[in-house]
């Protein structure tokens, strides 16, 4: 049984249509990393994922519930998905420690010493158990996105949702928040990755799909993707940023 | 000791006299300020000044004619301010501590101060007498500047010396409020100020030296003092109780209105009509709130809720015009609001307990101020208004906080609301308000205000002043907040959506503290406007501070003739006024810069 599964979902931002049908089903465990070129439509769908955007057709399921108006749902939905941001967006008011812990206090309505527990536990997985006191602006970029990394998975969500996680950090952070997302995956959390990060893809990823014009060109194994690509509009892109 | 001698001297040089430009400006400046303060010391000493004129009217600059023997209501209102003080102060302690020579440096810089008096203060003053000639006087003869100097010198030097000695020990910075505050209340039982007699032909005595004016308020104060310090300690016990915190929020909010409605109002009560009246639509009120939430789930109430909501709506606004007790009305716009909020809280038992308990505060709030606030006051002054003098002006400094900052909140976030109609009326409402002067908000307060409420509804001037005031800096406070609003990234709204906050939760934990905080630099300045300008009142024939200050005691003649004195009073008043935005400007810097912590 697939956790998530989209039939045909189009989108439109007035007259422009950002996504022209796109399906696609995703299994419990899975890494699926998505990339194409810029203003294809890839954040655009992993955002109709937890409803940060309205799909106007097609139908997502995830994890057995479709989304639609219902607020119900949505809130079901987000709880159960966690998204790790390109900017971070961690809240600038909050420390490290109170940002982790506020949804689960607010949201699972879990008590603070629990939270708290649970919260210095993801700071060790990722790495920074000794920033929880300070506040985001005084946290390097890496060790902010390892922050949200741990925000994100506060909520015990089934799924994780990365939109260029690592496109707006300096190459010597890169691999500090690359290492924390390969330990998530291996620990069998299903992912959606948006990366340009081809080596991260090769070594984690159980599927790789390009997106262009909004639509999706090639579905593939990693292998299959940069060794042997289906689709000429895969070896353009291959050629233009490998 | 020398070294440090040295050292400051050789700072002032560098700061000072650098060079041959910055020596003239030195020289020029400190010789202006001198004969400034020269002019200044010369005008508090002459005798020409009768700074009786001040001391004597206390009563009337704090709270005009109010009757003496309901002083006790004053001093309740009062004590409860400080007690809630007490116990915010010691709820929220920080743990900032500095060492004892901080406090050291303080006393050795008012040390200065007076010594500063006493070397620069002026031996001679002349002023102009009332036949044309100039008289001179002495007002600061050598023996008694010598007699200040010395012990004045000898101690500042002792604190000069105790501050720069290493001494560990150190003080939390709460702690020392209480402290400083201490030492006016040890004052008034110290120092004694006449008061003035008069004899048979209606002359002045010279003051009596053992008739102290403080002695009327040194008991209330040193009682309050100890309440202060007591609700203090209260708080420091109870910091850990994170729901108590909560509580001293709301009540804060609703401090000035219990104030207005029960101490200054001295409501007259038929307590046939509350056992008729109050008590039986209380409870009425209260079971269809209770019936609302243990019923909504079930699948029935459920599918006619909505036709439940319109009933309530429909009900509300006829309530306003049918003849139903005022606290029918009001209930029932409280239910309409309540009704709607129900269905998205009521999803838990944890929420359902909290909406029963929020029902059950409202509607007693409500009965409670309705039935103070609408009463007519026991009260009887001479004159027109109940209240004058500091009070006005501080319960208008209060309310237009207080007030006007959740209204202004509202207004913004309705301002930037999606709903339509939401929108449209919150930014009507700011336009309205912001586009007329506050002069012609007050005289459409005293003059037209009463048509446009319901018929039978009559408040007093200054309750009419008070909504109007609350508007006119809410409007502002709404702009002001609303500029902060504008300044928090998209991508916070989207991470607090990510982690599945509701749109309240959204709003309150992560977009409101941030755009806060961001304006409170403009907030205060919007406050400290908002207390001067209380000063206007007095255009309606309200006695505010100033006014006090300005006109009524200029026109005094009975019992004691101040004719004249005005100048003395409007230093006066212009130094309290000074005091107190000095003190609220020092405060939101000390929050700036304790909240800036995690800006980036
Ligand atoms: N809120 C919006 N309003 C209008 N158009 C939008 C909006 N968001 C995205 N678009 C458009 O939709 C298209 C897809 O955008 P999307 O952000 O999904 O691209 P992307 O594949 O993530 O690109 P990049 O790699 O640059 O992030 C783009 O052409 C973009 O201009
Ligand atoms: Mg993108």
């Known amino acids: ?242 | 000791m020398v070294d440090v001698i040295k050292k400051k001297a050789k700072e002032v040089q560098e700061s000072l006299f650098s060079s041959v430009g910055s020596s003239v400006l030195t020289i020029g400046t400190s010789y202006l300020v001198l004969n400034f303060f020269r002019g200044m010391f010369g005008f508090v000493m002459s005798s020409d000044k009768d700074w009786l004129a001040v001391l004597n009217n206390m009563q009337l600059y704090m709270v005009q004619a109010y009757p003496e023997s309901d002083f006790i209501r004053v001093w309740i209102s009062v004590g409860l301010t400080f007690v809630f003080s007490g116990v915010s102060i010691g709820l929220w302690r920080s743990d900032d501590r500095s060492n004892i020579s901080v406090m050291f440096d303080r006393f050795y810089k008012l040390g200065l101060g007076v010594l500063f008096f006493t070397i620069v203060a002026p031996t001679f003053t002349s002023y102009m007498g009332n036949d044309g000639y100039v008289i001179t006087e002495e007002v600061f003869s050598r023996s008694s500047r010598i007699g200040m100097l010395i012990p004045v010198l000898l101690i500042t030097v002792g604190f000069f010396l105790l501050k720069n000695r290493k001494i560990n020990f150190s003080f939390n910075n709460s702690d020392a409020v209480f402290l400083y505050l201490s030492i006016p209340i040890a004052l008034i039982w110290i120092i004694e100020l006449p008061t003035i007699q008069l004899d048979q032909n209606k002359d002045r005595i010279i003051p009596d030296p053992l008739m102290p004016i403080a002695n009327t308020t040194k008991v209330p104060w040193t009682v309050i003092f100890v309440l202060f310090l007591l609700s203090y300690f209260i708080g420091i016990y109870f910091k850990e109780v994170k729901r108590l915190k909560n509580i001293m929020s709301i009540s804060w909010f609703l401090l000035p209105l219990l104030i207005f409605s029960w101490i200054f109002k001295k409501p007259q009560i038929e307590m046939a009509e509350v056992l008729t009246g109050d008590i039986p639509i209380f409870l009425i009120f209260f079971a269809v709130g209770l019936g609302t939430v243990l019923l909504i789930n079930n699948p029935i109430v459920k599918k006619y809720y909505s036709i439940y909501i319109g009933v309530v709506i429909v009900a509300t606004i006829a309530g306003v015009f049918i003849s139903i007790p005022m606290l029918a009305k009001a209930c029932l716009l409280l239910l309409g609001l309540f009704v709607t909020v129900v269905p998205a809280v009521s999803t838990s038992q944890q929420g359902k307990k909290s909406l029963i308990i929020i029902w059950a505060v409202a509607l007693v709030t409500l009965t409670f101020l309705l039935r103070g606030g609408a009463s007519e006051t026991g009260i009887v002054v001479p004159g027109s208004s109940i209240f004058g003098g500091f009070s006005l002006t501080w319960l208008l400094a209060i309310f237009g906080t207080y007030v006007s900052f959740p209204l202004g909140v509202l207004l913004a976030l309705g301002r930037n609301s999606k709903l339509p109609i939401v929108r449209i009326i919150c930014t009507g409402i700011i336009e309205l308000v912001r586009s007329v002067p506050y002069i012609t908000w007050l005289f459409f307060a005293s003059v037209t205000l009463a048509v446009f409420l319901p018929a039978g509804v009559e408040f007093n001037l200054i309750v009419r002043v008070l909504m109007v005031t609350a508007f006119f800096s809410g409007a502002y406070f709404a702009e002001n907040i609303r500029g902060g609003l504008q300044s928090i990234p998209k991508g916070q709204y989207e991470a607090a959506d990510a982690i599945g906050m509701s749109p309240f939760q959204k709003i309150g934990l992560i977009v409101l503290p941030q755009a806060l905080r961001a304006v409170i630099p403009t907030l205060v300045s919007s406050a400290i406007t908002a207390f001067k300008d209380s000063s206007l009142v007095t255009i309606i024939g309200l006695f505010d501070f100033l006014t006090i200050g300005k006109t009524v005691i200029d026109n005094q003649s009975v019992p004691v003739n101040f004719v004249g004195h005005q100048r003395e009073n409007l230093i006066f008043v212009a130094v309290v006024y000074w005091i107190f935005t000095f003190t609220l400007s020092r405060r939101s810097m000390k929050i700036e810069k304790r909240l800036g912590l995690g800006e980036r």
């Not at chain 1, 007259?15 to 399906?23: P, T, V």
């Not at chain 1, 419990?28 to 954040?43: A, D, N, Q, R, Y």
């Not at chain 1, 949505?74 to 008011?93: C, D, K, W, Y």
């Open chain 1, 1 to 242: 049984m697939s956790i998530i599964q989209a039939k045909g979902v189009k989108k439109w931002f007035g007259d422009f249509q950002a996504l022209k049908g796109i399906s696609m089903e995703i299994a419990e465990g899975e890494v699926l990393v998505i990339c194409g070129p810029s203003g294809s439509g890839k954040s655009t769908f992993i955002r109709c994922i937890n409803r940060l955007e309205q799909h106007q057709e097609g139908e997502i399921v995830v994890d057995g519930t479709e989304l639609t108006n219902d607020l119900k749902n949505i809130e079901t939905i987000r709880a159960e998905v966690g998204m790790v941001f390109q900017s971070f967006n961690l809240f600038p008011h909050l420390t490290v420690m109170q940002n982790i812990t506020l949804a689960p206090i607010w949201v699972r309505k879990k008590s603070r010493s629990d939270s708290e527990e649970k919260a210095m536990e993801l700071l060790n997985r990722v790495g920074i158990p000794e920033q929880a006191d300070k506040f985001p602006g005084q946290l390097s970029g890496g060790q902010q996105q390892r922050v949200a990394i741990a925000r994100a998975l506060a909520m015990d969500p089934k799924i994780m949702l990365f939109d260029e996680p690592t496109s707006a950090l300096d190459p010597e952070m890169i691999k500090e928040v690359l290492d924390a997302m390969k330990e998530l995956a291996k620990s069998g959390m299903t992912m959606i990755v948006v990366t340009h990060e081809m080596g991260f893809a090769k070594e984690v990823a159980d599927r790789v799909m390009l997106f262009d014009e909004g639509m999706m060109v090639e579905e593939n194994t990693p292998v299959e993707f940069f060794d042997n690509p289906k689709n000429d509009r895969t070896k353009l892109f291959l050629s233009q940023i490998l």
